[in-house]
């Protein structure tokens, strides 16, 4: 049975609607991907400076070793701009940023906060017209020591 001109032309519309749909789900993925490797990389600082600060509950010392656990893919270091990564370090809880005095057997939080931007394309249909999504990470350790005074915390 031969085809006419009409009917091969629906193939290739039947194609360029598929393969729209199928790349805007690729992206999604790769976008999800990205993320969630961003979350990771956050997650693992928080857990460094954490376990820093059980043994050195000092909170420069501990932020200072969160933003150089590392630069890649997001740069820790970043304190202000679209890139910034906020760090919390507090006891326990989280609820000023202020780590005050703490004692052996209490608790040392870290949080670590980045604002990933979407590159996906009509993303802003999912996040409310934002073009960022917030991913934080926070980590709770046990205070070990609180002797500021060791080679440690120097």
């Known amino acids: 049975m031969r085809k006419t001109i009409s009917e091969r032309g629906q193939s290739l519309v039947e194609l360029s609607i598929s393969l729209v749909i199928i790349l805007w789900l690729l992206a999604g993925a790769v976008e999800f991907g990205i993320a969630l490797f961003q979350y990771i990389q956050l997650r693992d600082a928080a857990q460094e400076g954490a376990l820093y600060g059980s043994i050195c509950p000092v909170q420069s010392k501990i932020i200072e070793r969160v933003r150089n656990a ?47 931007t979407l590159f996906m394309p009509f993303a802003t249909l999912f996040t409310g017209g934002s073009t960022t999504i917030p991913i934080t990470a926070s980590v709770t350790n046990t205070v070990l020591d609180n002797d500021t005074s060791k080679t440690v915390c120097q």
Do not use: F
């Open 70 to 116: 590392s630069s890649s893919p997001i740069d820790l270091s970043v304190t202000s701009g679209t890139d910034a990564v906020t760090v919390c370090v507090d006891e326990e809880d989280g609820n000023d940023c202020n780590l005050g005095p703490v004692v052996p057997g209490g608790g040392v939080y870290v949080e670590v906060s980045y604002n990933h």
